[in-house]
Structure formats: structure tokens, C-alpha cells
């Protein structure tokens, strides 16, 4: 029952802006870390950015100056704030969060993904 949706994509030109959500529903106990990853057709799957559950984050070079992850823990959301887009970018976004459904289990979910594309 335990889910996580992506919001936030589209269409957007160079140097514009995108806000991703990825809000959890269904009973969870915590979340910890999460991040969010990108994959363009024909690419490996890159991991864009992770925040951990005392909200230290990571970003990875590509996206470093321009991207930035936050979250929300009373929402169960974490946040990807992308600024000064490039073609670059465009893919597939997708949130991944470490949760525990309860203080015994333990595990990762994936979202099904939100599609942004960065083009004049």
C-alpha cells in the first residue's frame, strides 16, 4: 500500500525551472534517506541528488550550482528544485526513499517517475 508519486514535470526551455515532488502515501513509520535519480533512453540511470534523514544532502557535479534537494518530513515529501535547466537534463526522473513501513520493515520504493524535457 505504500507508495511514492512524482509531480512537477514537463516542458520547459533552457535555463527555465521544475519543481519535483515525490510525496509518499499509505502507513509508514519513517522515512530516511531518499534521493531522486534521472535516466534518459539509452543512458545508465544517474543519481541526481540525495538527502539523508538528518538532511545533510548530496548532489551530484552535473547538477551542482543549479539543483537542490530538500524535504519535508511531516509531509513525506522530498523536493527537487532545478533551476537553469539545460537539454542536458532531460529524463525521466524518478524518486527512490529508504523507508521503515514499520519499526521491523524495512525497505526501498521506487516512483513510478515524472518525465522532464528541457527543449527550445
Known amino acids: 500500500q505504500v507508495q511514492f508519486v512524482e509531480s512537477g514535470g514537463g516542458l520547459v526551455q533552457p535555463g527555465g525551472s521544475l519543481r519535483l515532488s515525490c510525496a509518499a502515501s499509505?502507513?509508514?513509520?519513517?522515512?530516511?534517506?531518499m534521493g531522486w535519480y534521472r535516466q534518459a533512453p539509452g543512458k545508465q540511470r544517474e543519481l541526481v541528488a540525495a538527502?539523508?534523514?538528518?538532511?545533510?544532502?548530496n548532489l551530484a557535479d552535473s547538477v551542482k550550482g543549479r539543483f537542490s534537494i530538500s524535504r519535508d518530513n511531516a509531509k513525506n515529501t522530498v523536493y527537487l528544485q532545478m533551476n537553469s535547466l539545460k537539454p542536458e537534463d532531460t529524463a525521466v526522473y524518478a524518486c527512490?526513499?529508504?523507508?521503515?513501513?514499520?519499526?521491523?520493515?524495512?525497505?526501498?520504493?521506487w516512483g513510478q517517475g515524472t518525465q522532464v524535457t528541457v527543449s527550445s
Open positions: 527512490k526513499a529508504d523507508v521503515w513501513i514499520t519499526t521491523m520493515n524495512r525497505g526501498a520504493y
Open positions: 499509505g502507513s509508514i513509520f519513517s522515512i530516511n534517506a
Open positions: 538527502i539523508t534523514g538528518g538532511s545533510d544532502t
